[in-house]
């Protein structure tokens, strides 16, 4: 069998299935009674979406699995690989992005149709926004490669004069290239002025530029939505701490905090109506949908202090058993809320020594991984995903902290037993649209450790090499970004992340 690795492809095989069973867990268990026993396409997608989200996060450390194969071989090409990882990245790719661009936006639009019509109307009404989108999307991405679909490789020119070879010299550290005359013309290479730069350029093929151009879309959400993420993802469940309920509150403080409660649900109800109304009648202005928003936010903040208030005041038989499990959650947020912040520091320590200082000052968590590997063959790896699924997670938690607290980006909360396929639809795509950047951004982290691999080559290669994008590689500028959204998330929760919330007052509806 050669370099074949058959438990290579007994492993892959294995956690292909154990994830797609993972996601459909996920699925029955997150999804809103309302769904349940119906919308069989949109949950198709959604178990379809993180199983191929999850899955493209693992192909980076089975891609240096499979490179181990060749570890060897004199030249990459002396052996023959388990799997054919370049064509395995460009095919997770190209799905990644049919399922961002055209599959979920037509689940979405379809699940989010007007109830009232036929199912055909709805299925009618949801392709003619996908295929306006596709026809957009093609046009776009056709004049794009088109025009600017190359990539510009700097390479070094050299030349020297042909003279007999040596059989007795030999290059080490005792006897470097120096300009001595005869040994000058053989280390002319090694010596090589920089005028003899210059640029090579040839075209991308078509998969890997549409690649190229969705890691753009997607760094863009990466860096806001992960920077401030890897900050309030573990700062959030330690704050969570801090504010937790100190004790059991009386009946009476119980019944007014009620009271309260209730009337916020009876204003919102009002003007969920109000709105719906506004929506029956066809006036789904930008005012309707900034009012829609608002309500939804309003939502989700009175969920939350209904479930405060159900802490702070058990009932039932099991009143004392269920105010334990209340203090043992809280101290698991302060415990998972620990490690996260260890692990956020890591990140944003590794990035800052490793890929934003020139020369870098360590290879880090590359070393970590390395040593981690000599201790055990898969525990480097496990570490190696771990640190990758991680950042998804900060991009989750980003999105949700955003959502709360700008108008212009729609919240899309995941909870246990109440998520609707909406809800399910919108994160799937922007875990899918942020998996792309995320392994460019951890091929680029790691590169020590994943080198020779098919991700390095895509993305480390052609991607930062394409014209008109390479720049924004070429000056770190999506690190930078996330660094310093890291850094004011930071210091936004030292300032404000230990106060207490505020009930909100009267809600109205703006006019």
């Given at each position: 069998m050669g370099d074949f690795n058959l438990a290579l492809v007994i492993v892959a095989i294995v956690v292909c299935v154990l994830v797609f069973i993972f996601n459909l867990y996920l699925l029955v268990n997150y999804q809103h009674p309302d769904d349940k026993n119906q919308a069989y396409f949109p949950k198709f997608v959604v178990v379809l979406g993180l199983s191929v989200a999850a899955i493209s996060i693992l192909m980076l450390p089975a891609d240096v699995a499979n490179r181990q194969a060749c570890q060897h071989a004199i030249y990459n090409g002396a052996c023959n690989l388990t799997f054919p990882m370049k064509d395995l990245w460009l095919?997770?790719?190209?799905?990644?992005?049919?399922?961002?661009?055209?599959?979920?936006?037509?689940?979405?639009?379809?699940?989010?149709?007007?109830?009232?019509?036929?199912?055909?109307?709805?299925?009618?009404?949801?392709?003619?926004?996908?295929?306006?989108?596709?026809?957009v999307c093609g046009l776009v991405l056709g004049i794009l490669y088109?025009?600017?679909?190359?990539?510009?490789?700097?390479?070094?020119?050299?030349?020297?004069?042909?003279?007999?070879?040596?059989?007795?010299?030999?290059l080490s550290s005792g006897q470097p290239c120096v300009n001595n005359g005869r040994q000058d013309r053989e280390c002319s290479a090694y010596d090589a002025s920089p005028s003899s730069e210059t640029t090579w350029t040839m075209r991308s093929t078509f998969p890997e530029y549409v690649v190229a151009l969705a890691t753009i879309v997607g760094s863009v959400l990466f860096s806001i939505f992960g920077g401030v993420g890897i900050a309030c993802l573990p700062l959030g469940l330690i704050f969570s701490f801090i504010r937790r309920p100190k004790a059991v509150i009386t009946r009476s403080q119980y019944i007014k905090e009620a009271t309260e409660l209730g009337k916020k649900a009876r204003e919102l109800k009002k003007a969920a109506d109000a709105l719906h109304q506004e929506e029956r009648s066809g006036s789904k202005g930008r005012k309707w949908r900034k009012n829609m928003k608002a309500v939804e936010k309003e939502l989700l903040l009175l969920e939350d202090d209904v479930n405060a208030l159900e802490e702070m005041y058990p009932q039932g038989e099991k009143a004392e058993a269920n105010w334990a499990m209340t203090v043992l959650g809280y101290l698991a947020k302060l415990i998972l809320g620990v490690f996260g912040l260890i692990v956020s520091i890591a990140w944003v320590a590794h990035i800052v020594i490793y890929l934003l200082i020139d020369p870098p000052l360590s290879s880090f968590l590359n070393e970590v991984f390395i040593k981690l590997d000599d201790i055990w063959g898969l525990l480097g790896t496990a570490a190696f995903a771990f640190f990758c699924f991680y950042l998804l997670l900060a991009v989750i938690a980003g999105a949700m902290m955003l959502g709360l607290r700008l108008v212009f980006i729609t919240i899309h909360p995941m909870k246990w037993g109440a998520t609707l396929m909406n809800s399910f639809l919108f994160n799937v795509g922007l875990i899918l649209l942020c998996s792309i950047s995320v392994i460019q951004f951890c091929s680029t982290a790691f590169a020590y450790y994943a080198q020779a691999t098919a991700a390095q080559e895509i993305f480390s290669h052609t991607l930062q090499s394409l014209r008109g994008i390479k720049y924004l590689y070429k000056y770190n500028i999506f690190q930078i970004a996330f660094v310093a959204l890291a850094g004011l998330t930071f210091v936004y929760y030292a300032a404000f992340g230990w106060r207490r919330k505020k009930p909100s007052g009267r809600f109205q509806l703006s006019s």
């Amino acid at each position: 069998m050669g370099d074949f690795n058959l438990a290579l492809v007994i492993v892959a095989i294995v956690v292909c299935v154990l994830v797609f069973i993972f996601n459909l867990y996920l699925l029955v268990n997150y999804q809103h009674p309302d769904d349940k026993n119906q919308a069989y396409f949109p949950k198709f997608v959604v178990v379809l979406g993180l199983s191929v989200a999850a899955i493209s996060i693992l192909m980076l450390p089975a891609d240096v699995a499979n490179r181990q194969a060749c570890q060897h071989a004199i030249y990459n090409g002396a052996c023959n690989l388990t799997f054919p990882m370049k064509d395995l990245w460009l095919a997770i790719y190209i799905l990644d992005a049919i399922l961002v661009f055209f599959v979920i936006p037509f689940a979405m639009f379809y699940y989010e149709g007007d109830q009232d019509k036929t199912v055909g109307k709805r299925i009618k009404s949801a392709l003619l926004w996908v295929v306006t989108t596709a026809i957009v999307c093609g046009l776009v991405l056709g004049i794009l490669y088109g025009v600017i679909g190359k990539v510009d490789f700097t390479v070094r020119h050299l030349s020297s004069s042909t003279i007999s070879f040596p059989s007795t010299f030999q290059l080490s550290s005792g006897q470097p290239c120096v300009n001595n005359g005869r040994q000058d013309r053989e280390c002319s290479a090694y010596d090589a002025s920089p005028s003899s730069e210059t640029t090579w350029t040839m075209r991308s093929t078509f998969p890997e530029y549409v690649v190229a151009l969705a890691t753009i879309v997607g760094s863009v959400l990466f860096s806001i939505f992960g920077g401030v993420g890897i900050a309030c993802l573990p700062l959030g469940l330690i704050f969570s701490f801090i504010r937790r309920p100190k004790a059991v509150i009386t009946r009476s403080q119980y019944i007014k905090e009620a009271t309260e409660l209730g009337k916020k649900a009876r204003e919102l109800k009002k003007a969920a109506d109000a709105l719906h109304q506004e929506e029956r009648s066809g006036s789904k202005g930008r005012k309707w949908r900034k009012n829609m928003k608002a309500v939804e936010k309003e939502l989700l903040l009175l969920e939350d202090d209904v479930n405060a208030l159900e802490e702070m005041y058990p009932q039932g038989e099991k009143a004392e058993a269920n105010w334990a499990m209340t203090v043992l959650g809280y101290l698991a947020k302060l415990i998972l809320g620990v490690f996260g912040l260890i692990v956020s520091i890591a990140w944003v320590a590794h990035i800052v020594i490793y890929l934003l200082i020139d020369p870098p000052l360590s290879s880090f968590l590359n070393e970590v991984f390395i040593k981690l590997d000599d201790i055990w063959g898969l525990l480097g790896t496990a570490a190696f995903a771990f640190f990758c699924f991680y950042l998804l997670l900060a991009v989750i938690a980003g999105a949700m902290m955003l959502g709360l607290r700008l108008v212009f980006i729609t919240i899309h909360p995941m909870k246990w037993g109440a998520t609707l396929m909406n809800s399910f639809l919108f994160n799937v795509g922007l875990i899918l649209l942020c998996s792309i950047s995320v392994i460019q951004f951890c091929s680029t982290a790691f590169a020590y450790y994943a080198q020779a691999t098919a991700a390095q080559e895509i993305f480390s290669h052609t991607l930062q090499s394409l014209r008109g994008i390479k720049y924004l590689y070429k000056y770190n500028i999506f690190q930078i970004a996330f660094v310093a959204l890291a850094g004011l998330t930071f210091v936004y929760y030292a300032a404000f992340g230990w106060r207490r919330k505020k009930p909100s007052g009267r809600f109205q509806l703006s006019s």
